[in-house]
């Protein structure tokens, strides 16, 4: 899951959901930023391209069959067309709150609000997957069943959140570093994929036919969200309306390149068909073509990629739940600091979220393709709300380009069936939480009140 750079700077305690809205929107102050074009890009590749996409391929190709490949076809239009309108969301208004600050605009604090628990939600479930996708293949490595990857999976995720406690981050050129590793992986497996390449394997091209399609498609979008990542980083590019269109542009060649490449290699090697192969299909393309030490190769840097992943997800996302605190939208706990500034109870929100996720694998059996409809469904329901913003803000060709974004997601809305009620509970859990807040806040201010003296 891509991602990590997801509402980062809202960690800092310098904005909150309701006042991003009143932040200033002049480009001019932000011309002399510090990120290039270069920069950018490696940024937005770190953004996107994350562990998911080493268990998605296969998952996806059980889905769809063939067929899958037009999923990931589909997906990454829609991934362009998001990418354009958050780039010029962003551009209109550099400001680190990103969608929430857009949908703020739109529609009012509350949309802000309720886009940040579904982020915080998808994100914090985030921490059952990247760490299970370390997990199958660590268990692939050392020749043992699947059922032991929630242990090693448990073990990442500790190691995460012990990490954000004491206030260890990963820094964005490490970040940049752990990307180019997801990168260096998937071109090998292209590679390693193509003398392996039997035709035959695209027969029965949709077994599944168009629900199988429209399924692998909701739970791509886990693979394919981070588009909107940027956003928060848009106000540190240099000349930000010219340099963050092409970063862009060339961001969304990258990852489509990369991804139909590598759905095209599960495919065409027939890696995948089964819950255990699909977790490790990139795994098994590597050990056909190059051998076993090749796997443990693949499965160590697998570990590193996805502790690193779900560290920098753990210190985001807890940030958030921070924010969501301290303005009102969650439990006031969350907002509680540790000695060196870390909001520990966020973090330990978000691993306990992530660890209760572990649990139901260890006990029932829940795997990646199990749990991860629900942050896909939720990442879903937030470029809704995004692209929805940009319809409304924008005018002309910006605008028409909203409406097809917008219009790209409704096609995939009835693919996730009955998963579409996790956003509307999420949504009026954030409610009810917030008036109670308020009600909460409100009484100690009538106990707190002076009486009037009478005369």
Known sequence: MPLVSQERSRCNGTMTLESSAEQPTAVASHEEGTIRLGQGVALYVCAILGAGVLVFPGQAATLAGPASLIAWGFSALIGAALAFTFAALASRFPDAGGVATYAT???????????????FIAGSVGQTIVPLTAGYYIAAAFGLDQRWAPAFAAAVLTLAVVASLVGVKIGARVQVGLALGVGAILVG???????????????????????GIGRAI?????????????????????????????????????????????????????????????????????????????????????????????????????????????????????TRHSRNRVPGYAVLAVGAIGAAGLLGAALFGWGTDDIVF??????????????????????????????IAF??????????GWHLIVPVVVAVLAIVVHRRRDAVTAAKGRRGAAPRRSR
């Open 218 to 334: 909701v739970v791509l979008f886990f693979a394919f969200a981070g588009w909107e990542a940027i956003a928060h980083l848009s106000a540190e590019f240099r000349h930000v309306r010219r340099t963050l269109p092409l970063a862009t542009l060339l961001t969304v060649a990258i990852i489509t390149v990369l991804y139909l490449g590598v759905a095209f290699a599960v495919v065409g090697t027939g890696s995948y068909g089964s819950r255990a192969l699909d977790r490790v299909s990139l795994g098994a393309i590597i050990q056909h073509g190059l051998g076993v030490s090749a796997v443990d190769a693949v499965a160590i840097a697998a570990a590193v990629i996805c502790l690193g992943t779900t560290n920098a997800f753990v210190t985001s996302v807890s940030r958030l739940g921070y924010a969501l605190g301290r303005d009102g939208w969650a439990p006031r706990f969350l």
């Open 105 to 119: 605009r739109a529609f009012g604090p509350a949309a802000g609000g309720i886009t940040g628990w579904w982020y």
């Open 189 to 211: 497996v292209i590679i390693v994929a193509l003398p392996q390449i039997d035709v035959a394997n695209f027969s029965s091209f949709a077994p599944h036919g168009l629900v």
């Open 374 to 403: 629900i942050p896909s469904v939720l990442v879903l329901a937030t470029y809704l709300l995004g692209s929805a913003a940009a319809i409304r803000i924008f005018k002309g060709g910006t605008r028409v380009v909203g409406v």
């Open 407 to 416: 219009l790209l997601l409704l096609i995939t809305v009835p693919f996730a």
